[in-house]
Structure formats: C-alpha cells, structure tokens
C-alpha cells in the first residue's frame, strides 16, 4: 500500500500504446515497458529468499480480443475502469533464491490486469484467470469474477479462445466460504454455478497465498488467493464444447478496506 501518492508514480491514462515506468527502492528496482503489441517486466533485488531477477516478455498477438470494463458503484463519484487481457505468450526468466525458472511462449502465458479508478472504502470481491494450451494447439483462457461494483450492471465472466472472446453469464460457487477466517475451507474443491451453463469447471486448490496487509478490519487487504488445477467443460458463443483437463489457474477471494 502506498500512501499520499498525488499522482507522482505517472501513470499513464490509458491501457495502450507506448508507456514505460520505473521504480527503485532501498531493496531493488522494477521497470516495466509497454506498446500495443508486447509488455516487457524487469525486476532485480533482494528478498526474503535472497537475491532475485525477472526478465519476462509478453507478446500479443495481432487481432486477439480482451475485456474492458467501466464498473459503477453505488458510491457517487466512484468507478473503476479495468481491461483484462489473457493468453500472452512469455518469453523469460525468473530467479529467486534457489530457483531458476524459464519461460517458454509455447505453454507460458501471462496476464495484465490494468485499472484506474476511485473505489469505495469497502470491497469483498472473488476474480479468477487462467490462460492455457489446448490438445488442438489453440490458447485457452477464462475471466471470471463476482462481487465488485454493481453486479446488475456488469459481468466480467469471459471465456478466450484461439484470441477470440466469448461472453458468458452470471457464476457463483455452489458452496460459499462462510468467513475468510475459516482457512481450511478454501483447500476444498470450488464448483461454480453458471446460470447459462457455459462454465462447467471444478477448482482444486493445492496452494493458498493467503495475506493479511495492514490493520485487519480498519485498513487491510485480506486475500485467500488460491491456485490449482481446474477441469471440466465450457461452451462457445457456437455452441462448441471445450473440455479443459489439469489447467493451472488462480482464483481470489478479497477483502479490502481502504
């Protein structure tokens, strides 16, 4: 979290074109460069881990579609306006600690999640993506979220195929998580109810990142952040059913206040 800012990051005012931005601290740096058809991270420093450097590129192809979203709220003067863009291949490396990871544009993708916005105070919100390859050798992906803005408004549920967006309707889970306290529960299996029944997939969570920043119920960000496997069935704007089997992939359950 970062206070005060009065628009000294300067940020750019759009999700396109040719941007790039830095920034250094005490403990590192981290430099991002963007045009319309590529996005280019670098990070170098040290961590908790030891010593870390990213080096990834993500290209987009020419033609393929993402989501934009202006969300309303019930708040006046309050709005958030967010693109999505899925199934980019990466090119790179990730070091850290140990660790030594390479990225290849064949089963690597990556995801931007861009947004400038007034919020209100409070949010509880569930957002969840993934990109793929498919047996057929086409790039598979899904958005989907629930709970942000006024749902009667907006769905952000969207599934990508072959860098074609098709939208879908309303999901939910068919078991929600009683309270974000209750840690063991998001370890179990998500179902998802769709309500045109294009989203037939079961989440198997194997990894929780679950984070607490700032002052719990005052000024915080409480997060269950889970990633797994994901497996089952979604349908195209055709009809064309799609089966999806051990796909990696996240989804979120957040608390923000601030």
């Not at 830095?22 to 040290?46: D, L, N, Q, R």
């Not at 990213?54 to 006046?76: Q, R, S």
Request: charged fraction near 25%; proline fraction near 5%.
């Amino acid at each position: 979290l970062s206070l005060f800012t009065y628009g000294k990051y300067k940020l750019d005012e759009k999700p396109d074109g040719d941007f790039s931005w830095k920034k250094y601290s005490p403990f590192g740096y981290c430099k991002m460069e963007m045009t319309e058809t590529s996005k280019h991270f670098i990070a170098k420093g040290i961590g908790t881990a030891g010593i870390f450097s990213v080096d990834l590129y993500f290209d987009i192809p020419k033609g393929d579609e993402c989501l934009t979203m202006a969300v309303p709220f019930k708040e006046e003067q309050h709005f958030y306006l967010n693109k999505k863009q899925h199934c980019m291949p990466v090119t790179g490396r990730v070091k850290f600690g140990k660790f030594d990871v390479n990225f290849d544009p064949s089963d690597s993708f990556g995801t931007l999640d861009w947004g400038r916005g007034v919020w209100p105070y409070h949010n509880r919100w569930y957002w969840g993506a993934g990109s793929h390859i498919l047996p057929d050798g086409k790039r598979f992906g899904f958005e989907i979220g629930w709970g942000f803005g006024i749902m009667e408004a907006f769905t952000e549920n969207t599934l990508f195929y072959d860098g074609k967006a098709h939208k879908i309707g309303n999901l939910f889970l068919k078991k929600p998580h009683r309270h974000m306290w209750f840690t063991k529960e998001y370890m179990k299996p998500w179902e998802f109810i769709s309500d045109d029944g294009r989203f037939n997939l079961i989440f198997t969570p194997d990894y929780d990142n679950h984070t607490i920043i700032g002052i719990p119920f005052v000024f915080c960000m409480h997060v269950h952040q889970l990633h797994g496997k994901w497996n089952g069935t979604v349908v195209l704007d055709d009809g064309t059913v799609l089966e999806i089997e051990n796909m990696t992939a996240f989804c979120e359950h957040c608390d923000n206040r601030w």
